[in-house]
Nanobody, 126 residues
Framework: EVQLVESGGGLVQAGGSLRLSCAASGFSFDDAAIGWFRQAPGKEREKVSCISSRDGDLYVADSVKGRFTISKDNGKNTVYLQMNSLKPEDTAVYYC???????????????????WGQGTQVTVSS
């Protein structure tokens, strides 16, 4: 059974930092693309970042570029999203998602990953 479990969300003041974790199991982590997405109330889901097993395959949305960093630990089957210089507009539920044998170009193209976590709330106060 595929499982993606996000953690690390919370309430932080503007300018602060959080690190989200996505612990994965039930699929070949080494051969998958893992993405972070977010959805704010009343808004469409937005792709934030993506990383895959292919060297240099990385995507970061313009809205978070220079502030958010995605990384993965294959030994722990975990993907992280380090979020610095947080802004109130970063407030959203953050989801991680995965798809086997993908690269991040599919995420950029808007294709939908099959496996999703339950989400973690990030709230940035002004």
């Amino acid at each position: 059974e595929v499982q993606l479990v996000e953690s690390g969300g919370g309430l932080v003041q503007a300018g602060g930092s959080l690190r989200l974790s996505c612990a994965a199991s039930g699929f070949s982590f080494d051969d998958a693309a893992i993405g972070w997405f977010r959805q704010a109330p009343g808004k469409e889901r937005e792709k934030v970042s993506c990383i895959s097993s292919r060297d240099g395959d990385l995507y970061v949305a313009d809205s978070v570029k220079g502030r958010f960093t995605i990384s993965k630990d294959n030994g722990k089957n975990t993907v992280y999203l380090q979020m610095n210089s947080l802004k109130p507009e970063d407030t959203a539920v953050y989801y991680c998602a995965a798809e086997s044998s993908w690269d991040c170009l599919n995420v950029v193209a808007g294709l939908t990953m099959n496996f999703w976590g339950q989400g973690t709330q990030v709230t940035v106060s002004s």
